[in-house]
């Protein structure tokens, strides 16, 4: 069994927390974590949460103790493990993210296009912040980013700070055990040549029990494959599987026709679904995390970074897919910039598996949304206006130059409050 000293949640006000603090209680038998560190910047939401987990680490019957601080040195003093999972600005601005693009005919989405932009901008100067703390505080601990985008904001950390940091997403496990029940077998007996970037990746090949798969898996996609969102033509044509995000940058028209027809963008109804979640959380006889909570998104994160915890502490050596520095692991984007493929997790750490060249299919999508992420990481970093600009030109999703700077111009304005690297005028005026 694997005992962990402390592990620091920051954003431990989020509704995800039970969700993460339940993967510890299921995983019982193979962990044993003393102390769950939660930190918000929210105290009311903090008292909620943290109340919910403490009543459900007791009713597991665990010796684990469950603190709450909105001191962010007093969380990550001595962690063995840091956990990230923030949304600067909250749900608010998830849901200007997603309309101001909408006005103009463009997807609105938090991880995607411009909202993917401004959520990484918004994020980029707090979680650099957070660094220099566990930096001080706990410079051995593993830093594991949950916080969107996944994949920019680990290649931030990568390549502007010493923090051993790794990126995770719940998309690849969700499609794991997809595929796993498609072939009813354990996720263990499921292997995907998943290649690509955070939330633009595509499955080259799949493995179950050692036997490829893929014709099978494409004949049930010509059957009508439930819940998968791609045409027959379409995977045929590019010869390999898009995953669930692809369908923003596959069908963008459809998609912004498919928001305006719902009338509410998803951060709208997220939000109504966490005050929901709140109220629950706060009733003191809730002892297990709730059914509603997988409506809210992140099914399988707390499965995901359990996996990934045990197997850097137990030296598993086993594979999972991560976000990580290509180092090479595809050879048609910087080595430097993070991507996310299977890697072997053990006590050394991640490393990628070399997973060749991208198919000449969606090399050149992967490689735009690449670049794209490359001009947001300086942007974010430096405040640059020009970065700034090419970041949003670069965005496969921003059709002209013209628009670029429209929607540069409108949502820098609307999320100024949380952008001190683009106005720095605004700090020195805060003194």
């Given amino acids: 069994m694997a005992v962990i000293g402390k592990i620091a949640v920051i954003g431990g006000g989020s509704t995800y927390t039970p969700e993460l603090v339940d993967g510890f209680i299921v995983h019982r038998d193979e962990v044993q ?7 918000d910047i929210d105290l009311e939401r903090l008292e909620v949460v943290g109340g919910l987990v403490e009543r459900m680490v007791r009713h597991a019957g665990l010796s684990t103790r469950v603190t709450r601080t909105t001191e962010r040195a007093v969380a990550l003093q001595g962690a063995a493990f840091v956990i990230s999972q923030i949304r600067v600005g909250g749900m608010a601005a998830r ?59 680990t290649e931030t950390l990568l390549k502007h700070t010493p923090l051993k940091a790794v990126g995770l997403c719940n998309n690849p496990i969700n499609f794991t055990r ?6 009813g077998v354990p996720d263990e007996a499921v292997f995907l040549e998943w290649v690509g970037l ?14 490829d798969v893929s014709a099978d898996l494409m004949a049930r996609v010509r059957e009508g494959l439930p819940f998968y969102p791609f045409d027959a033509d379409l995977v045929e044509a590019l010869g390999v599987f898009p995953t669930w995000y692809l369908q923003y940058y596959y069908y963008p028209d459809r998609k912004v026709g498919e928001i305006r027809e719902a009338g509410k963008t998803r951060g709208e109804v997220v939000m109504k679904g966490e005050q929901d979640l709140l109220r629950k959380y706060a009733d003191p006889s809730l002892v297990v995390k709730p059914p509603e909570l997988s409506q809210r998104g992140g099914a399988l994160y707390s499965e995901a970074a359990v996996r990934l915890i045990l197997s850097l502490v137990l030296d598993r050596q086993d594979v999972q897919i991560v976000d990580v520095r290509n180092n090479g692991a595809i050879p048609d984007l910087p080595a430097d910039g993070v991507v996310e493929v299977p890697c072997v997790i053990g006590a050394h750490g991640v490393t990628p598996l070399q997973m060749g060249p991208l198919p000449e299919t969606v090399r050149p999508l992967c490689q735009t949304v690449k670049a794209w992420e490359t001009w947001t990481v300086e942007a974010g970093v430096t405040g640059s206006r020009r970065a700034a600009l090419l970041a949003m030109v670069t ?21 100024r409050e949380h952008l001190p690297q683009f106005f720095p005028e605004d700090a020195d005026e805060r003194g």
């Fill in 198 to 211: 955070n939330h633009v990746n595509w499955i080259r090949r799949v493995y179950v029990q050692g036997r």
């Fill in 395 to 415: 965005n496969p999703l921003v059709r002209s130059v013209d628009l670029a700077r429209t929607l540069l111009k409108e949502m820098l304005e609307a999320n």
């Fill in 95 to 153: 849901i200007r993210d997603e309309k101001i693009p909408l006005a103009h005919g463009v997807v609105g989405q938090e991880t995607t296009g411009p909202g993917g932009t401004l959520k990484a901008w918004r994020t980029i100067p707090v979680v650099l912040d957070i660094a220099r703390d566990v930096e001080q505080r706990a410079p051995d601990a593993w830093f594991i980013n949950f916080t969107n985008p996944s994949g920019i904001i």
């Fill in 33 to 39: 974590v003393e102390e769950i560190a939660l930190h």
């Fill in 178 to 183: 997809f595929i796993a029940g498609l072939f």
